[in-house]
């Protein structure tokens, strides 16, 4: 049986190295990679069909943002998901939601409810057909409709800078596919307070949406040396 490759082969026309960070980058936010997996360079860049060079660039780059890390002797890893980190971001990313969804009640517009509509519907056809990046991918775009409405775009840059970390959460949040009609249902909860500009249901709904979120992630535990 043939051994199913992580990675696909790059189109070398475009930029080598960037693509090669991207490409390893989808890989460990969508948890095709595991928290914790020793990186092999050698394997990566053959399943991408380059050298080592572009690799080891772009892991560099990848230990800069948090999602690779290099331990001295044992080589290098995709970043553990580690509990207190994990608290932090969502303790941020729930305070700023909250404040964008209070301040986006009211400027919410009848496009934007279509949009609202439009999303969870594709939120359900991801669920029928097993599509989980799918469901997530536009899980996200709803939260950013109301963020992109809050009036600050202060905030809504501040929020799309976590993208990439609260993404990889997602995926670890729904690797039970069955969570996810639970978390459709909060969607549709949210944006009918969005049309009733109900500020204090709509604060409600997403509070106890992002604490649902936090209860199904798969945390690990830095390990005490």
Do not use: W
Not at 117 to 137: C, F, G, W
Not at 157 to 165: A, G, P, R, S, V
Request: proline residues 2%; positive net charge.
């Amino acid at each position: 049986m043939k051994k199913k490759l992580i990675f696909e082969k790059l189109n070398k026309v475009e930029s080598l190295t960037n693509n090669v960070y991207l490409a390893i980058k989808e890989a460990i936010v969508t948890t095709r990679l595991d928290p914790g997996v020793k990186l092999n360079i050698s394997k990566i860049a053959s399943e991408l069909g380059t050298s080592t060079t572009p690799v080891r660039e772009a892991l560099n780059r990848l230990i800069k943002e948090g999602l690779v890390v290099n331990i001295p002797f044992k080589g290098l890893f995709v970043a553990d998901v580690v509990k207190n980190e994990v608290e932090q971001l969502l303790e941020v990313r729930t305070l700023l939601e909250l404040a964008a969804i209070s301040k986006a009640v009211k400027n919410v517009d009848s496009d934007d409810l279509k949009l609202g509509k439009n999303l969870i519907s594709r939120m359900k056809d991801a669920y029928r057909n097993k599509d989980v990046q799918k469901y997530i991918e536009t899980s996200l775009d709803f939260h950013m409709l109301y963020i992109n409405k809050c009036g600050n775009q202060m905030m809504a840059e501040f929020l799309e800078n976590f993208t990439d970390k609260i993404k990889r959460l997602a995926f670890l949040a729904v690797k039970e596919h069955e969570k996810i009609p639970a978390f459709i249902e909060d969607y549709e909860k949210i944006l009918s307070a969005l049309e009733k500009r109900d500020n204090r249901e709509a604060t409600r709904l997403l509070r106890e949406h992002l604490k649902r979120v936090e209860g199904s992630l798969y945390l690990k535990r830095k390990k005490t040396k």
